[in-house]
């Protein structure tokens, strides 16, 4: 499955999606481009383009192309399509793992994130920005139990896989979010899934709210949907799960979910979910990390902690066993 | 140089440069991160990182290759790395070209711009993000003379290279940019170079500011500086040019630059700086599209017009001919 080079025929992107917005009313500013030019009159009253997604593909040429279908890989929470390309350790990630095992592969930047662009805020997005903290990323991915500032607390757990001196770096990947964009970053995906699929989704936490009601909207159009950690769920007692049935769904966990109250509440919708589709006769596979003998992976990094080339083995595997790749 | 595929090693991004910024003193906010989780209180002090920037690379397998060097592209004002990939209109632009022709290459996403990120401001980076209007894009990269919203006018140019009717398409590539960023901003191409270099680089629009200056002070790291209508010089009463003598410059212009006063303006210290490059012995090439006969190319589109392959060729043929590609 590896080798020393893939063929590719074509790497390239596009944005799908969005709308025109129109502001007026607003002030002109003066302002100085440079610290040497002359002043001059902006006026940010006009037409922009607003809520489109960005979508970065590279296509394989046709002898090292193994799957029927391409791979649809959507990010989390306050990041971008970056989780799945080089490690902040400098390692091959599952962009490169994915492509050598012979599937086209689309990354997206959702709606606000990255190369997809943001907007003005409140006049078009109605809420602030969120950023990240390194303490708030070092907890809740649970790299460890505890980080603080000063004075300076950087615990890890024991046996973890990822890289603890590489945290600045991947902190450095972080992007800003907003939580009042889940509407157009939805219908920005369906206009992803319209124009790409039929394809396999593989998304990572709270990407997953996207593709689980993408796939309830087009499930003929999506053959396999990967949850890596997903920490968004469809709530079966308020939305018709049928059309998922015919979807088979992964759920891959890490270490440390059960030590840590917060993901064990993350967790519980995704489990009454998974319960829902096996009541209904459709496939909902999962893979515990730790009760399959592999510790340390902690929420965000799979694709990034040491043993990511095992952990997409075994997706790539599961995907091989469904004939959604030779 | 062209063919059906391109053998590929590694296809890869890396984020360089940069610092830790620590906030003090902000409220706390209590948010649901996704329809189904908690709330979380979130709270912004604390530590992030600021001011990298992203660079994305494709590196050949060793048979495709034939350039001693990488190239270094380096996006314009207000947009990112999207720049170089697929047009507007969807077809293959100067990403492919120059991989086709045996380069490698590394796309910087500038600071502040795509999947480099931003921060906070004003507690961080110290001024309001600017957003480009159509209108400005419009009037300011020579599409047409004319773009008003009500009513209704898009007069563009007639022989335009550019698809007008994906303009619309090329907007949703546009990013917010700031005026406040340049010093960290060339902190982050200076920590690129050392990094990724001797290199090519090939420079867009208000890129070209921090490309003229970086080659100044690694003069020995760049082999040659392609300005693809570059819009900000070096001042020779200001700054010392003679680093650049060894450095080939080439200047591509397009088409409407002598009508629009504005870009007659901006030109001016570019030409200058030609001149003073010149009388040092040094190399400063230019390309003056119309004057070659090759008409309707605008600023932001030649890598996105209707002929990008035409002008990619010329400036591949002038890398040929210092050496620089086989």
Excluded at 94 to 117: I, N, P, T
Aim: hydrophobic fraction near 40%; proline fraction near 8%.
């Amino acid at each position: 499955m590896a080798g020393d080079h893939i063929g590719v025929s074509e790497i390239g992107s596009m944005h799908v999606g969005g709308r025109t917005a129109t502001l007026t009313g607003l002030p002109t500013k003066d302002i100085k481009f440079t610290p040497t030019s002359p002043v001059t009159r902006v006026d940010p009253n006009g037409e922009y383009e607003v809520e489109q997604m960005y979508l970065q593909y590279v296509k394989l040429y046709e002898p090292f192309r193994r799957a029927p279908y391409p791979l649809l890989m959507m990010h989390g929470g306050g990041l971008a399509g970056v989780t799945w390309e080089t490690k902040p350790d400098g390692g091959s990630s599952w962009q490169m793992f994915f492509l050598k095992a012979g599937h086209d592969v689309y990354f997206a930047d959702a709606m606000e994130r990255g190369r997809a662009s943001w907007a003005r805020y409140p006049e078009i997005f109605t809420s602030e920005p969120i950023f990240r903290t390194k303490k708030e990323a070092w907890e809740l991915f649970r790299i460890g139990p505890k980080y603080d500032v000063s004075p300076p607390v950087r615990d890890a757990y024991p046996g973890g896989q990822f890289p603890v001196d590489k945290f600045d770096q991947f902190m450095k990947q972080g992007v800003p979010r907003w939580v009042t964009n889940d509407a157009p970053t939805l219908a920005a995906y369906e206009a992803a899934v319209q124009k790409i699929c039929p394809c396999v989704i593989v998304v990572h936490s709270q990407g997953s709210t996207f593709a689980y009601n993408v796939a309830r909207k087009f499930p003929d159009k999506i053959k396999a949907i990967v949850g890596v950690e997903p920490s968004g769920a469809l709530d079966p007692d308020k939305v018709d799960m049928a059309p998922l049935k015919v979807i088979p769904l992964l759920f891959v966990w890490g270490d440390k979910i059960r030590e840590t109250p917060r993901w064990v509440q993350i967790q519980a919708p995704l489990k009454k979910m998974i319960s829902v589709q096996l009541k209904q006769g459709g496939v909902a596979d999962e893979f515990d990390l730790p009760q399959m003998g592999i510790n340390g992976n902690s929420h965000m990094m799979m694709m990034m902690d040491r043993n990511s080339d095992q952990i997409a083995k075994l997706i790539n595997d599961w995907l091989q066993k469904r004939g959604l790749v030779k």
